[in-house]
């Protein structure tokens, strides 16, 4: 589903970094892939690439068949609509509660009212916050925030998650269970992609596991280890 | 676009104008001023030009016969003024006449003729009526040629200087609306901007969920116009119960003033205020949009 070929980055500025180089990656349909390595390895702009943030300075990005380089700026909007979307610092409306902060996003992408107000109940169930609709963010612990934020990526149904340290800031148990949520969504057919720091989940976990290191792959294992 | 989005958006506009209540009530102040003083302006030049046309289509001219000329001649001579161009009718008004209009203006109480110890000093005159007002200098110029006329009156400038003053009051209220149109936009543009700046998170996060551009721009775009209609509901209703007043003041005390009270004239000044308003509320969002949200 997801191919990159030969994709390197450069930033120009001061001190120009090539935060990618030649990078080759395929990503099948399904696959739940875990992007590793140290501060500066490239994890955070392999998934800026992918989510169209940003363009390669050379190589090619296909998506389902369909070039990011090529894809033109009024179509973004909806080729993100494919993509959810989690963050290690969450990215939530404080001033909203559990569930217009789901809402929010789903009338961001157009959807009716009415389906609104029956789909956003369900996810919020599929992460286990519905005795909390109505509470403020501030009011939740950083684990339930984060669930927040899944029930918001995964209520459009895309095809694939896009998280970038879902688990950083969170402590070991509940890290693992915002870990299990991701991996019963990749289990339901959803492509996982997840940057991150946290090797006692991924040793644990056990899917495919590629490093970074100073902006190239430098390991890519089916049933990998940090 | 949806019209369930449209509906998000109108909320969300509506949502941030309470929230952003100071600097939206400060726009609309300055968009009601603004468009109070177009309103008065254009409707002070309807007004003049309306009376510049009443007065036009009454304008006439006069021409005072010589004392020495005797009926006969004088009557003579309406064939000579009917072929004059431009001129619409001529009548003529012996001196008899003139004494009998002259003593209806005056009432029944006393006798001109006698108080004038029994002469009547009018002299036979010739009334002109005009096709168009723009003749009326040159048909007074021919008439006062002919040698039987002594002298000729005819409204002289006073057309003329109501139009120029209509032309003045114009410009005048042209400069004042424009600038201050132009404070209206900017201080839409702050509060829209101040907008923008509460809800760059929001923002964010909508960009990365897959909002379209114009989705992001609507609210604001509707809180701008908003605001602008607002302003311009309350111009309109302070013109139009202050210009009723006006006209029913007039009509009691000063019933020979053609003031303007075609409703159908004036409810179209009303729809161009309320259409300026959203037009000021619109461009001051624009402006802000295009320097701070870029999308």
């Known amino acids: 589903m997801i191919q990159i070929f030969n994709v390197s980055k450069t930033y120009k500025g001061e001190v120009t970094v090539e935060a990618l180089k030649n990078v080759n990656l395929h990503i099948k349909r399904g696959e739940f892939v875990f992007l590793v390595g140290p501060s500066g390895a490239g994890k955070s702009t392999l998934t800026r690439l992918l989510i169209r943030e940003e363009l390669p300075t050379d190589g090619q990005i296909m998506v389902n068949g369909k070039s990011l380089l090529r894809l033109r700026k009024r179509e973004i909007p909806y080729y993100r609509r494919k993509i959810g979307f989690i963050f290690q610092d969450f990215r939530l409306l404080m001033d909203r509660t559990v569930y217009e902060n789901v809402a929010f996003a789903m009338e961001a992408m157009e959807f009716p009212r009415n389906e609104v107000k029956e789909r956003v109940p369900a996810v919020l169930e599929m992460v286990g916050l519905q005795d909390k609709i109505k509470a403020f963010p501030h009011q939740l612990s950083g684990g339930q925030q984060q669930r927040i934020c899944i029930a918001r990526a995964i209520v459009n149904n895309p095809l694939m998650i896009i998280a970038d340290e879902p688990t950083g800031n969170l402590d070991p148990d509940t890290s693992w269970e915002v870990m299990s949520i991701l991996l019963a969504i990749n289990k339901r057919g959803t492509t996982v992609i997840s940057a991150t720091h946290d090797r006692e989940n991924v040793n644990r976990i056990q899917k495919r596991v590629i490093a970074l290191a100073d902006g190239r792959i430098v390991r890519d294992e089916e049933r990998g280890g940090y | ?295």
């Open chain 2, 1 to 295: 676009m949806r019209l369930s989005s449209l509906e998000y958006a109108f909320r969300d506009a509506f949502r941030s104008i309470k929230r952003n209540k100071v600097l939206c009530i400060a726009s609309i102040a300055t968009v009601t001023v603004s468009l109070l003083i177009l309103g008065c302006a254009w409707l002070l030049v309807l007004n003049s030009e309306h009376m510049a046309s009443a007065m036009e289509s009454e304008l006439e001219i006069n021409a005072y016969l010589r004392p020495e000329i005797n009926r006969e001649d004088a009557l003579n001579l309406k064939r000579k003024f009917e072929v004059l161009g431009g001129v619409a009718q001529v009548t003529f008004i012996s001196k008899e006449d003139g004494l009998e209009n002259l003593q209806k203006r005056f009432g029944d109480d006393a006798s001109i003729l006698e108080a004038l110890g029994g002469n009547n000093p009018l002299p036979d005159m010739y009334r002109f009526k005009a096709k168009d007002a723009a003749d009326v200098p040159r048909i007074a110029g021919e008439v006062e040629k002919i040698p039987e006329v002594e002298n000729v009156r005819y409204g002289q400038g006073v057309v003329e200087k109501l139009l120029a003053l209509t032309d003045w009051m114009r410009t005048v209220g042209m400069v004042i609306v424009f600038i201050i149109g132009v404070a209206s936009i900017f201080l839409i543009a702050t509060s829209i901007r101040i907008t923008v700046f509460a809800r760059r998170r929001e923002i964010g996060i909508m960009k990365l969920v897959g909002a379209t551009d114009w989705y992001i721009r609507w609210p604001f775009f509707l809180e701008g116009m908003i605001v602008g209609i607002i302003g311009a509901v309350i111009a309109v209703l302070l013109l139009h119960f202050f210009y009723a007043r006006l006209v029913q003041n007039v009509i009691l005390t000063l019933n020979f003033l053609p003031i303007l009270r075609d409703t159908a004239i004036i409810f179209d000044v009303y729809k161009w205020l309320l259409f300026i308003g959203a037009f000021l509320g619109a461009a001051g969002s624009a402006i802000s949009l295009r320097r701070f949200l870029k999308v």
